[in-house]
């Protein structure tokens, strides 16, 4: 089992950057996938960027493609979600997931999720 705990959400002006931090209680996180996602206001929950349990594999999203970047540190039993370039649309709760699979974009293959993380981009 693995209790993912979002942190490093803000208040950023578009053009900034932020990193949102995913800790993951649980021996197993190494044996994990892990992925992100977000809500924006009013909309559908959609998929960010999901990496492997080794970080050999990462999947983004194209609508943050090149500006995000998705890394972890199983030591740490932590994943990095490195925000560059925020965009007013970027603006959402982020979630962080885990799942058993490669790097899914669907939530439902996704079976332990934490609370989420508030990113707000001005313009």
């Known amino acids: 089992q693995v209790q993912p705990v979002e942190s490093g959400g803000g208040l950023v002006q578009a053009g900034g950057s932020l990193r949102l931090s995913c800790a993951a209680s649980g021996r197993t996180f190494r044996s994990y996938s892990m992925g992100w996602f977000r809500q924006g206001p009013g909309k559908e929950r959609e998929f960010v960027a999901a990496i492997t349990w080794n970080g050999g594999i990462t999947s983004y999203a194209d609508s943050v493609k090149g500006r995000f970047t998705l890394s972890r540190d199983n030591a740490k039993n932590t994943v990095y979600l490195q925000m560059n370039s925020l965009k007013p649309e970027d603006t959402a709760v982020y979630y962080c997931?885990?799942?058993?699979?490669?790097?899914?974009?669907?939530?439902?293959?996704?079976?332990?999720w934490g609370q989420g993380t508030q990113v707000t981009v001005s313009s």
């Open positions: 997931a885990s799942t058993p699979n490669r790097v899914p974009r669907l939530g439902p293959e996704y079976d332990y």
